[in-house]
């Protein structure tokens, strides 16, 4: 038994997951799909006062992913350090 718990579900997790599906852009369409899920499902039970707070929640979201997007381009991660043993 691992002591953080939760770790080894979450590696398991990431290897796992095939390259392809660990970016940035399958992120945003996964989300946009759920969003998609979720508006279609308060369309069609939802009251207008309910769409409301979820638009507000909505739009929310969307500034902050535009926020993370334009940061994503403009300060790109940094380059993989590999340790090696050798001193810098």
């Known amino acids: 038994m691992e002591a953080s718990g939760s770790s080894g579900f979450l ?35 939802g009251k207008k006062v309910t769409l409301g707070y979820i638009f507000a929640i909505f739009f929310g979201w969307c500034i902050g992913w535009l926020s993370a997007t334009i940061a994503r381009a403009v300060y790109p991660p940094p380059k993989k350090v590999y340790l090696t043993g050798d001193p810098r």
């Open 11 to 45: 590696t398991w997790i990431h290897r796992r997951t095939p390259a392809r599906m660990n970016t940035y852009t399958a992120y945003s369409i996964g989300t946009f799909v759920a969003w998609a899920v979720i508006w279609a499902i308060l369309a069609a039970t």
